[in-house]
């Protein structure tokens, strides 16, 4: 369903190897050298870069930004840490590029921003220098939940179940390094949090607003009057998409703008 969505036509797309990670590279005409390291959803066993290219193409586009898509490992066959590390991995590629900190921002939707939630705490503890932003598309906290966010549907509980246990393959639930939010976010970058108001994942979302903010990290959060899960994706004719992308895209070019005049200075 996601490869179907369209894809910004001014958006140039090429495959890239992230330091053993295979990807898609997406630059927009106007990019002014940041670059998104973007994690894309799907509970950690769905989804691909292919998939997500329009989403991350129109953020990117929104941004005037380059963009990097690791195709992370999925679970059942890679369980946890597998995906943890592959973007580790891409990231610690864009450094060896040439890229400084500065210069880039982690974007992710729905797990995939969840899943940069953990790779982030993890590069501190390392020492790595921090990206300059993190951007969080209706991130799926409820991914850690230890009931299914409805658990009046029992599909989707056992699914929730079945998604969960592939992923963490024995781990704790409250494992921190699995799940962020039992993680330290000391230090953590400035989070922009979208949500949309009919999500039944918008309660996650806020939960891990509120412990960002408990660790004293900048973040924003912006809810949209939608229905839909992931409704950014859905950017070439819903409104609200529309803007949240625009939102998002402003809140990066604001970063990197705050970043050029650090380094200036």
Request: proline share 9%; aromatic share 6%.
């Amino acid at each position: 369903m996601c490869a179907q969505l369209p894809v910004p036509p001014e958006v140039d797309i090429s495959p890239v190897n992230t330091g053993g990670v295979a990807g898609l590279a997406l630059t927009p005409p106007a990019a002014d050298g940041t670059t998104i390291l973007y994690a894309h959803g799907g509970g950690m066993a769905l989804g691909s870069a292919y998939g997500y290219r329009g989403l991350a193409g129109a953020l990117a586009l929104a941004a005037d930004a380059a963009a990097v898509l690791p195709e992370y490992r999925l679970a059942p066959e890679h369980p946890y840490p597998a995906a943890v590390d592959d973007i580790e991995r891409a990231y610690r590629w864009l450094l060896a590029r040439g890229r400084l900190p500065q210069q880039i921002v982690m974007a992710g939707d729905s797990t995939g921003g969840m899943l940069l939630m953990s790779v982030l705490p993890r590069l501190k503890h390392q020492g790595m220098p921090l990206p300059r932003c993190v951007v969080l598309l209706c991130p799926g906290a409820d991914f850690f939940a230890a009931e299914a966010v409805n658990p009046d549907d029992p599909a989707m509980a056992a699914e929730h179940r079945r998604l969960q246990a592939a992923y963490l393959h024995g781990h704790r639930l409250d494992d921190p390094a699995a799940n962020p939010l039992r993680a330290d976010l000391t230090g953590m970058p400035p989070i922009l949090i979208q949500a949309a108001a009919g999500d039944q994942f918008a309660r996650g979302a806020h939960e891990l607003a509120e412990r960002a903010r408990r660790y004293r990290v900048p973040t924003t959060v912006k809810l949209y009057p939608v229905n839909a899960h992931d409704f950014q994706s859905f950017w070439s004719f819903l409104p609200e998409a529309t803007a949240a992308l625009r939102q998002a895209g402003q809140f990066i070019r604001d970063c990197s703008d705050a970043a050029r005049t650090t380094l200036g200075s």
